[in-house]
């Protein structure tokens, strides 16, 4: 027992299918056309697999894996944009595969979310109130628009968020305001 492995984490990531299916191949024999002239629809699908790379470690004094300046149209609509590599890196990476799957499908994911921007006066934003979604780009966003309207944002204003395994939430700060 003197060396001992680390535990492998499981990660979601994409699988593409770049070949035809073998009902696609049967049609083409039916139909009579050849395979290769036949136009294959690349096709993906979300999978959980182990992962060689541990996770990125949240660092206490500094958890913020995602910054992100707040812009006017975000402050109108009440969400804030979440590119796609940090939201599979920081995000999803930490959920489920039948939750990541219900992202992915374009529904709408509801997680609860602490505002720590006061330090020891936490708000608690509850999961009907805070959703997650995809958008047409494959990046996504986040609503939470009680947030938006309690914190007054201003364009420009820098956030912070990050997502908490301990205890299944995402944790938002406002890291600075402009103007201040």
Partial sequence: ???????????????YNFFPSKAEEETCKVNNTPVVTTPHVVTRELVEIKDLYP????????????????????IVVGMQMIPFFK?????????ILDMAKTLENSCSVCVDMWD????????????????LRKVYS???????????????????????????PRFSCLVFKLLSQVGS
């Fill in 1 to 15: 027992m003197a060396y001992q492995r680390p535990l492998l984490s499981m990660k979601n990531t994409f699988v």
């Fill in 55 to 74: 996770a990125p470690k949240i660092i206490l004094q500094n958890p913020w894996q995602i910054k992100k300046k707040i812009t006017h149209n975000e």
């Fill in 87 to 95: 939201m599979f890196e920081y995000i999803i990476r930490y959920w």
């Fill in 116 to 131: 720590v921007t006061e330090g020891n006066v936490s708000k608690k934003y509850e999961g009907g109130s805070v959703w």
């Fill in 138 to 164: 494959d990046d996504f966003s986040l609503w939470c628009i009680k947030l938006f309207k309690d914190r007054g944002f201003s364009d420009g204003d820098e956030i912070g968020l990050y997502w908490d």
